[in-house]
């Protein structure tokens, strides 16, 4: 416990990640793997069956101290944490528990989920005892499930990283995947598994770069095409012959998030990734909760395919890997409708089954089934060409964005790549004055999480919005100095400054809000260029915007 309590003490000491990181990899090499394996387990949001819950607990509190259910009501107001309310509110001990993070977690925490209330509610007192305020803290954390990592998650995996030799990607998957601490199961986690390893690796997905704000955004001939970027988690989905898995934008495992997506992507053949947009699944027609659960919520619109049977295609053209996605897509859909119709098993590649069995007299049956599932796998919406002219968007679908996509090239490094170009249909431009920005908890350009922009009313400048996006890092660290050289007040992490820089920004939606002085908020907000030139664009007036806003 002792070394848990210094973790969390220097993890809120210092607030830079290159010094949190080094904090960290002194942890992993100085804790023996069975405190390791509990520390992890707690870390990523598992929790312990203890039958032990809040109203137990200040039952607990109450029969060794005076505080009556005002105090500690009260006392829980100033702290906003009941697992800290209750340390607090203890006796304090002056001596602190000398047992490692496992001794605590089996003499203290396992047993409480088969013992009768009277002896659930003993050791828990004989475990405040022996520990400290702090530990305290961590132990009622844990009886309640609450006890969270002091830092990302992501900064974990760089140390898991760096410690063990896999990389992020590798360690983020095996500590996704479920796993019962032990010294032996944690020492197994960081075994190197050179060829699994290699299978797991998803691709660096090229970024989203230059935007085309015009009314048309390819010309006739060119021979780009609009691929449908919906509101959704940007993913890559990945099915080889040691790996099946589903890899967010920042190379994140997210397939136990989607078991459905999962499940359909072992009917991809091996040596197959494709890339896409997870999104919402309409259903149609009157369904039950148990009908919504089975026909699954989730669909993957695919709009790249990145490897085909275990081939990269990182330097073909799109067209080209596009008509073998369109091709992958209609061969294995009818295979999965067929299985789905006789009420087979989602898991089994068909890859991996001989031939004969998908002949048409086997795949037959006169009982009726249930409806077939649709194959949660598919194209996203394409146009070769755009019309200006034709009726808007409907309401909630103005902020989605199309890919151009054509034969440049953007492998085989997207890292180097410009991205992707982008179309925002419903996009709209305006002039507005930096006003201020929030603090943020690093130094340089993250000093500062957002900045704020002001429109024109009358003879003062109102809040419209705030954004981070379209400066580079050199550019955000030059303006967070600006903004501490130029700073007018500072009213806890909000730094207002003298309005003497304007930009040229453009949004996507203008919604009501009730908490901004304007009455709006910008939805979308980016960075496109400062104006320098004080004649050459005036600043955008409030009633231009309200004259947009959409409820």
Not at 96 to 104: A, F, G, H, K, R
Not at 186 to 192: H, Q, T, Y
Not at 472 to 485: F, I, K, N, Y
Request: contains cysteine; aromatic residues 8%; hydrophobic residues 35%.
């Amino acid at each position: 416990m002792k070394q848990l309590e210094k973790l969390f003490d220097d993890l809120d000491l210092v607030r830079q990640a290159d010094s949190r990181l080094s904090i960290l990899k002194e942890y992993l090499q100085n804790t023996p793997p069975e405190d390791l394996a509990w520390t992890l387990y707690f870390f990523e949001n598992r929790r312990l069956s203890t039958r032990a819950g809040s109203a137990m607990l200040k039952k607990l509190l109450q029969a060794q101290t005076p505080w009556t259910d005002r105090v500690i009501e009260q006392t829980y107001q100033q702290v906003k944490d009941l697992p800290e309310t209750l340390a607090l509110l203890l006796p304090a001990n002056e001596q602190s528990c000398d047992l490692s993070l496992s001794s605590v977690v089996v003499q203290f925490l396992l047993p409480l989920a088969r013992f009768s209330q009277h002896a659930r509610g003993e050791t828990i007192r004989c475990a405040w005892q022996t520990m400290s305020t702090s530990q305290r803290v961590l132990f009622n954390k844990m009886l309640l499930g609450g006890l969270r990592s002091p830092v990302p998650l992501e900064l974990w995996y760089r140390a898991l990283s760096r410690w063990s030799g896999l990389p992020e990607p590798v360690v983020a998957h095996r500590l996704r995947q479920p796993w019962k601490p032990s010294a032996t199961q944690v020492i197994n986690l960081f075994k190197p598994r050179p060829q699994e390893d290699q299978d797991l690796m998803p691709y660096s997905l090229a970024g989203l770069g230059m935007e085309v704000l015009g009314p048309t955004p390819i010309e006739s001939g060119s021979g780009d095409t609009l691929v449908a970027l919906k509101q959704g988690v940007r993913a890559q989905m990945i099915r080889r012959k040691y790996a099946c898995e589903l890899w967010s934008e920042t190379k994140e495992p997210i397939g136990m998030q989607f078991p459905e997506l999962l499940a359909a992507a072992h009917w991809l053949p091996s040596g197959t990734v494709i890339e896409g947009v997870i999104v919402e699944q309409a259903i149609a027609g009157p369904t039950t909760p148990k009908r919504q659960k089975d026909l699954g919520c989730q669909m993957f619109l695919a709009h790249d395919l990145l490897e085909h049977q275990g081939q990269c295609l990182m330097d073909v053209a799109w067209h080209k890997r596009a008509h073998g996605l369109t091709t992958l897509l209609e061969q294995w859909q009818d295979t999965w409708s067929r299985q789905q119709t006789l009420g087979g098993s989602s898991e089994m590649n068909p890859d991996c089954v001989q031939q004969e069995m998908f002949q048409d007299e086997v795949m037959t049956s006169e009982e009726a089934g249930q409806p077939p599932i649709d194959f949660p796998i598919q194209w996203c919406e394409r146009r070769e060409q755009w019309d200006p002219e034709a009726p808007s968007l409907r309401p909630g679908q103005e902020s989605r964005q199309w890919l151009i996509k054509g034969d440049q090239e953007l492998y085989p490094d997207p890292s180097l790549s410009v991205g992707w170009r982008v179309f925002y249909p419903q996009a709209r431009t305006a002039c507005l004055v930096l006003k201020g920005a929030i603090r943020g908890d690093g130094e340089g350009e993250q000093a500062f999480s957002d900045y704020l922009f002001a429109a024109q009313d009358e003879q003062e400048l109102v809040w419209v919005g705030q954004t981070q996006d379209g400066w580079s890092h050199p550019e955000l660290g030059d303006l967070a100095a600006w903004v501490r050289e130029h700073r007018e007040s500072q009213k806890g992490p909000l730094t207002t400054v003298k309005p003497r820089r304007r930009y040229r920004v453009r949004f996507l939606a203008v919604r009501p809000s009730a908490r901004a002085a304007s009455g709006l908020r910008l939805e979308g907000l980016k960075v496109l260029q400062e104006i320098s030139d004080p004649a050459s664009l005036a600043t955008t007036s409030l009633n231009e915007l309200k004259s947009l806003l959409e409820d």
